[in-house]
């Protein structure tokens, strides 16, 4: 008969301590040290900034990020190791680097949001400027409303197809130097100046229907002009990352090419398509400059015919009133510049909407 015999905790003869063992988790620093070391620097800098008097939230978001990069990055190194040390010093200043790029932005919203709630109510979206003086405590931004969604709409309508078309040739079917000259020209046109656009549409419209033609449908061929490069670099980067595999499967079942991608390249990228035409609408719903030039501005009824009369748009609108200079002026551009911000707001969440319930699904 066999006996095992167990070794003793105390060590292997019995009278001595049992060696250390080593575990993953052995020489590294526990999870709520990085959290309460910022904890504790902002507390010691912010009370040190109080009582010497200097306190100012940038002085005090500069000390704190600097002490607490400082700290961890030396505990780090003196219990971990000088690998993980270098890893949360470059997280943190990755950190640090994505709170830069959300003041602004923050500072942005909170800005027009608090400015813009003191006028936007349910009377200032549904009239229109129609009879109103410019400094009457009076009138609305409906016209404006209207406009935007007009115009914009047919500058989507006139883009996305010819912007989709154009990334499908250039994905699928383009070859040599025809291709080549598509992707020079579209690289070209991202980078056209709104006012040049407004410029060309203006030269445009007096070729066919003479000098001083301004209506919606020139505005929208306009935000047309710099909308169209966007959709192709966006749809064609996106159909781009579609497997290959995909392709030559279906390719193997004796489906034709166009059928391919029409059932299995553009189902399969929709959600990233998707997302491109949003930012490109988002690039030129808040265009002014072309807008004066080719739309007016000077429209204060409601008009729903593109190709009849001025229109205006909420971009213009707000150009118009800042431009004016009153404080109801001011109230009414704040106003329309946060409803500006809530129709993109909406726009990319039927986006998202699209994409989740369009997008193919991969689970089992």
């Known amino acids: 008969m066999t006996t095992t015999t167990k070794k003793s905790s105390t060590g292997a003869s019995g009278d001595g301590p049992a060696p250390m063992q080593r575990t993953l988790l052995t020489g590294s620093l526990p999870r709520y040290f990085a959290p309460a070391l910022l904890a504790g620097v902002a507390i010691v800098t ?4 109080f009582a010497l008097g200097t306190f100012s939230i940038p002085l005090f978001a500069v000390f ?3 002490t607490y990069t400082v700290l961890v990055t030396l505990a780090s190194a003196r219990i971990e190791s000088g690998r993980k040390a270098k890893d949360r010093l470059v997280t943190a200043v990755v950190y640090t680097c994505f ?3 959300m003041v602004p932005l923050i500072s942005l919203l909170w800005t027009v949001a608090r400015m813009g709630v003191v006028r936007l109510d349910g009377y200032f979206l549904t009239v229109s400027m129609n009879g109103v003086t410019p400094t009457m405590d009076a009138g609305g931004v409906y016209h404006a409303i209207v406009g935007t969604i007009a115009i914009t709409g047919f500058a989507a309508l006139v883009s996305i197809p010819i912007g989709l078309m154009t990334a499908i040739y250039l994905v699928e079917y383009g070859r040599g130097r025809l291709k080549n000259a598509i992707t020079f020209f579209v690289d070209v046109m991202t980078g056209i ?3 040049v656009a407004g410029l060309f549409v203006v030269a445009l419209w007096m070729v066919f229907f003479g000098p001083g033609t301004t209506n919606g449908a020139a505005g929208a061929v306009a935000l047309s002009v710099l909308m169209i490069p966007v959709v192709v670099r966006s749809c064609e980067e996106m159909i781009r990352l579609v497997p290959n595999e ?3 499967a279906s390719y193997a079942l004796g489906v034709p090419k166009w059928l391919t991608v029409v059932k299995v390249v553009l189902p399969t990228a929709i959600a990233g398509i998707t997302t491109g035409i949003m ?4 690039r030129v719903i808040g265009e002014t400059a072309p807008l004066i030039l080719t739309a007016g501005s000077s429209a204060v009824a409601i008009n729903w015919n593109l190709f009849d009369g001025q229109m205006m748009s909420l971009p213009v609108f707000i150009y118009s009133q800042v431009r004016m200079g009153d404080a109801i002026n001011y109230e009414r551009a704040w106003a329309a ?3 500006l911000i809530l129709i993109v707001m909406l726009l990319f969440f039927v986006a998202r909407l699209v994409s989740r319930f369009f997008a193919p ?3 089992r």
């Open 46 to 49: 912010g009370g040190l900034l």
């Open 64 to 66: 704190t990020v600097v």
């Open 99 to 101: 709170g830069l790029a």
């Open 193 to 195: 100046p709104s006012i």
């Open 246 to 248: 995909l392709r030559e």
């Open 279 to 282: 930012l490109a609408i988002a």
């Open 337 to 339: 510049a946060l409803t």
């Open 361 to 363: 699904k991969f689970g």
